[in-house]
């Protein structure tokens, strides 16, 4: 046993060989035959290919394991085509794990065929001339990827096509040529990307196109932006998106929820729709709050549409809501129906530009029920054109209070990971302590510490200490003190 040094796009890697009478345990092209099914193949050094356009290794066995040991698979530079692969689990045969391995220097690094229902898994996908990864057909279910690094390929880092209920989760998707992810086809639905970290990739960081009904949650694209088309009733979570261009592109996808993401952008536009695009966005926080038609037409009018939907355990008919402009202008006043919600609330205000630009502002809006005030507040409405809604904002009052006491609500979602939300109500201006402890009784974070107006107030709290640092799973408490009003109530937070 000896070992050899490796450094690939900055990280070290350290391979054992493991040489036995002077050859390799395989020699490539390499295949497992049906012979093999149930069995683990561990590599003891790394396997080469000789020749140009030769194959990697075609796994044509059940329930097969290949466990790389560290070690690598390489092609040759110029492998182009997804028939010319490192890793090629075969049609038909399922159950194949591949893990703890190198793939660089092919046409795909891993090409996926049907009925895989694998495991990829500490796995690296480097310098590949077309993707790192790629599904090929349907069906194509619940395969998992994971802890795994797609870096540098020249098209994508994972390409997801006719594929559902696949579970890929805390991966690092780096500097690929064409984009980071593409998760794409009519039949790609219900899969679950979940936890991964998208940087630096060409174009883009993740597209979403033709797919449906897929779960995105708490990923981080940096320097990258999502594009959200013709893909429609997705729900994307607790996603950070961050680009110096636009961070989120929508096009002709209706039905998607954005729920308690950040859209930041550092130079242009946050979003940028086109007329086709319906969005809701749930608790999402904006950089810029700028948003962009792209239809090739100047000066459109524009209305914002305001929903709102007011619940305390039920839906609140007969709510009074008003909306006053930044002149204190009255200009809407209206009454929930029985479901509690007004169903579009039209403000006409701008012309958009020859540039297409459109810019939110500031509202003040007044709800009451029976000349008690739920809440009063300044919103940012988000600009829509007047032909189809291109943007939706949602205002989602949980726990709607009608009594006239101090109340603090319990968190939602609880047992939650990593961010809750803690509304409470306000009688009259207070000078208002929310404080989170441990279960020990030692100050965590001090969410709130001033005065506030009377009102429905909602803080979220990302589980971090006033530090900024993570803190670990757990039993909190959070306290409300508002006068001589003081209440706690419990929460858990689960990693």
């Given at each position: 046993?000896?070992?050899?040094?490796?450094?690939?796009?900055?990280?070290?890697?350290?391979?054992?060989?493991?040489?036995?009478?002077?050859?390799?345990?395989?020699?490539?092209?390499?295949?497992?035959?049906?012979?093999?099914?149930?069995?683990?193949?561990?590599?003891?050094?790394?396997?080469?290919?000789?020749?140009?356009?030769?194959?990697?290794?075609?796994?044509?066995?059940?329930?097969?394991?290949?466990?790389?040991?560290?070690?690598?698979?390489?092609?040759?530079?110029?492998?182009?085509?997804?028939?010319?692969?490192?890793?090629?689990?075969?049609?038909?045969?399922?159950?194949?794990?591949?893990?703890?391995?190198?793939?660089?220097?092919?046409?795909?690094?891993?090409?996926?065929?049907?009925?895989?229902?694998?495991?990829?898994?500490?796995?690296?996908?480097?310098?590949?001339?077309?993707?790192?990864?790629?599904?090929?057909?349907?069906?194509?279910?619940?395969?998992?990827?994971?802890?795994?690094?797609?870096?540098?390929?020249?098209?994508?880092?994972?390409?997801?096509?006719?594929?559902?209920?696949?579970?890929?989760?805390d991966n690092e998707i780096l500097e690929n040529e064409r984009g980071g992810m593409t998760i794409e086809q009519l039949s790609t639905e219900y899969n679950i990307i979940e936890g991964n970290t998208i940087q630096d990739n060409m174009r883009f960081g993740m597209e979403l196109y033709l797919a449906k009904h897929n779960l995105i949650k708490n990923n981080v694209l940096y320097n990258n932006k999502l594009i959200v088309e013709q893909a429609?009733?997705?729900?994307?979570?607790?996603?950070?998106?961050?680009?110096?261009?636009?961070?989120?592109?929508a096009k002709s996808s209706i039905g998607n929820i954005f729920n308690d993401c950040k859209i930041i952008n550092s130079r242009d536009f946050d979003v940028v729709m086109d007329l086709g695009a319906v969005v809701t966005f749930?608790?999402?926080?904006?950089?810029?709050?700028?948003?962009?038609?792209?239809?090739?037409?100047?000066?459109?009018?524009?209305?914002?549409?305001?929903?709102?939907?007011?619940?305390?355990?039920?839906?609140?008919?007969?709510?009074?809501?008003?909306?006053?402009?930044?002149?204190?202008?009255?200009?809407?006043?209206?009454?929930?129906?029985?479901?509690?919600?007004?169903?579009?609330?039209?403000?006409?205000?701008?012309?958009?530009?020859?540039?297409?630009?459109?810019?939110?502002?500031?509202?003040?809006?007044?709800?009451?029920?029976?000349?008690?005030?739920?809440?009063?507040?300044?919103?940012?409405?988000?600009?829509?054109?007047?032909?189809?809604?291109?943007?939706?904002?949602?205002?989602?009052?949980?726990?709607?209070?009608?009594?006239?006491?101090?109340?603090?609500?319990?968190?939602?979602?609880?047992?939650?990971?990593?961010?809750?939300?803690?509304?409470?109500?306000?009688?009259?201006?207070?000078?208002?302590?929310?404080?989170?402890?441990?279960?020990?009784?030692?100050?965590?974070?001090?969410?709130?510490?001033?005065?506030?107006?009377?009102?429905?107030?909602?803080?979220?709290?990302?589980?971090?200490?006033?530090?900024?640092?993570?803190?670990?799973?757990?039993?909190?408490?959070?306290?409300?003190?508002?006068?001589?009003?003081?209440?706690?109530?419990?929460?858990?937070?689960?990693?």
């Amino acid at each position: 046993m000896f070992k050899k040094l490796l450094i690939i796009g900055g990280m070290i890697f350290i391979l054992c060989l493991n040489v036995q009478n002077g050859f390799a345990q395989i020699t490539l092209p390499y295949t497992v035959t049906s012979s093999m099914k149930g069995q683990t193949l561990t590599l003891t050094e790394d396997l080469q290919a000789t020749y140009l356009m030769e194959k990697g290794i075609s796994i044509m066995a059940h329930n097969f394991t290949l466990d790389g040991n560290g070690h690598s698979v390489t092609g040759m530079d110029q492998a182009l085509g997804g028939d010319h692969t490192g890793l090629n689990p075969r049609d038909q045969y399922s159950g194949i794990t591949i893990k703890n391995l190198i793939v660089t220097k092919w046409g795909d690094g891993i090409y996926a065929r049907q009925y895989m229902h694998g495991l990829i898994d500490n796995c690296y996908l480097l310098d590949n001339a077309s993707n790192g990864f790629s599904f090929a057909n349907q069906p194509n279910t619940g395969t998992e990827i994971r802890n795994s690094i797609f870096e540098k390929n020249a098209r994508f880092g994972i390409k997801v096509a006719r594929t559902d209920s696949c579970y890929i989760h805390d991966n690092e998707i780096l500097e690929n040529e064409r984009g980071g992810m593409t998760i794409e086809q009519l039949s790609t639905e219900y899969n679950i990307i979940e936890g991964n970290t998208i940087q630096d990739n060409m174009r883009f960081g993740m597209e979403l196109y033709l797919a449906k009904h897929n779960l995105i949650k708490n990923n981080v694209l940096y320097n990258n932006k999502l594009i959200v088309e013709q893909a429609d009733s997705n729900t994307f979570i607790g996603n950070t998106i961050e680009d110096s261009d636009t961070s989120l592109i929508a096009k002709s996808s209706i039905g998607n929820i954005f729920n308690d993401c950040k859209i930041i952008n550092s130079r242009d536009f946050d979003v940028v729709m086109d007329l086709g695009a319906v969005v809701t966005f749930v608790g999402t926080e904006f950089n810029k709050d700028l948003v962009k038609i792209i239809d090739g037409a100047s000066n459109l009018t524009v209305k914002w549409h305001l929903y709102v939907t007011i619940s305390n355990s039920g839906a609140i008919e007969g709510a009074i809501i008003k909306i006053y402009d930044k002149d204190n202008n009255l200009v809407v006043e209206d009454t929930t129906n029985s479901e509690g919600k007004i169903e579009t609330l039209d403000l006409v205000e701008y012309v958009q530009n020859s540039a297409g630009k459109v810019y939110s502002a500031p509202y003040q809006l007044e709800i009451s029920k029976e000349g008690y005030p739920l809440i009063n507040q300044t919103v940012d409405l988000i600009e829509n054109t007047d032909l189809l809604i291109s943007l939706t904002y949602v205002m989602n009052i949980q726990n709607g209070n009608l009594s006239q006491e101090f109340a603090l609500f319990q968190n939602y979602p609880n047992p939650f990971n990593p961010t809750t939300a803690i509304s409470y109500d306000l009688i009259r201006s207070s000078y208002v302590v929310i404080k989170i402890v441990d279960i020990n009784g030692k100050l965590v974070r001090t969410l709130m510490k001033g005065f506030q107006a009377a009102g429905q107030k909602i803080l979220h709290w990302n589980a971090t200490d006033d530090q900024g640092k993570e803190v670990a799973s757990g039993i909190y408490f959070y306290s409300l003190v508002a006068g001589d009003f003081k209440q706690t109530r419990r929460m858990v937070l689960v990693r």
